[in-house]
């Protein structure tokens, strides 16, 4: 009897040295390759990114399109559309549109579209390929056109126009369309393609300090730590203000003051000044007449006085 209980408590003492060991692997067994192939599966059968459905009417609207993602938007014939995506140095971008045009039945004439191609500071870029504009006839119902970027450079000179790294707008457009045709709904399908990459930038040599991206928050009081403004540990100067954000601006200069700078300010200068061009015209008119037309005067008088005398010597 005493050697069965003790087996039994034997087993018993095993059982709990072996149990704390078995939920310590159980985190393991959950990390299994089984367990990272059905989230590969899932990943994958997610398939890619949905197209964006939103444009903007203007550069400041503009809609990013991040890389791999196509926009397909219904459109109004006659707007403005926007779209901004980013470009490193070594690309060579291609921006590719497909037009769903409206019905040959509501439409009253041909249609002719233009995709275009900003940098960040707004310069238009030029196409090397690709048709950039296009006129589909009434009964056509579908329009392609395509823009081919320069390759973006990593360095160019501050005269030239070449593609640096940066943001870059795409404005899609109606050039010619009869009057009755705007508004008419429309299908737009834009895709953007990059070749290329840093290994291609031309030319060497060169380095950009920072992409062409426009401003976030246009017309923004610029931050304490923007070069625009001395920075913290500069002492500010005498002539200098401290502004909202802490730092410090220089003082507006104030204008030279001289004899004759009274003349020119005064919410009555304007009519000080306009009497005193009235009175100066009029003393220039009569001044005028007082040369011209007395001299004539006298010699009428002296005509008439000889004849005068000669009428009484006759007499």
Request: net charge neutral.
């Amino acid at each position: 009897m005493r050697r069965v209980l003790g087996t039994g408590l034997l087993g018993l003492l095993l059982a709990g040295a072996t149990a704390p060991g078995a939920v310590a692997a159980s985190p393991t067994a959950q990390s299994s390759p089984s367990t990272s192939a059905s989230t590969s599966a899932s990943a994958s059968a997610s398939g890619p990114a949905a197209p964006v459905t939103s444009a903007g009417t203007s550069f400041l609207t503009a809609t990013a399109l991040a890389a791999g993602r196509d926009a397909d938007v219904a459109a109004a014939t006659g707007d403005y559309l926007y779209w901004e995506f980013a470009a490193s140095a070594g690309q060579t971008d291609t921006v590719r549109v497909d037009v769903t045009l409206p019905g040959s039945a509501d439409r009253h004439g041909p249609q002719s579209w233009t995709v275009e191609l900003f940098d960040g500071l707004r310069r238009r870029q030029a196409c090397t390929a690709g048709p950039q504009s296009g006129t589909a006839a009434q009964g056509t119902g579908t329009l392609s056109l395509s823009c081919t970027l320069r390759q973006v450079r990593s360095w160019a000179e501050p005269w030239s126009e070449d593609p640096l790294p940066g943001t870059y707008y795409a404005r899609l457009s109606v050039s010619d369309v009869p009057q009755t045709d705007l508004g008419l709904a429309a299908r737009v399908r834009l895709h953007v393609a990059a070749t290329g990459g840093a290994d291609d930038a031309q030319p060497e040599g060169g380095d950009l300090k920072a992409p062409l991206v426009p401003p976030v928050n246009a017309g923004a009081t610029a931050p304490p730590g923007a070069t625009a403004l001395p920075s913290a540990s500069t002492p500010p100067s005498p002539t200098a203000a401290p502004s909202p954000g802490g730092a410090s601006v220089a003082a507006p200069v104030k204008a030279a003051e001289h004899w004759y700078s009274g003349l020119f300010s005064g919410w009555n200068s304007r009519w000080g000044w306009t009497l005193a061009g009235a009175a100066l015209a009029g003393l220039a008119g009569i001044g005028g007449y007082t040369l011209t037309r007395h001299p004539r005067g006298h010699r009428g008088r002296r005509v008439v006085r000889e004849e005068v005398r000669r009428y009484e010597e006759v007499s």
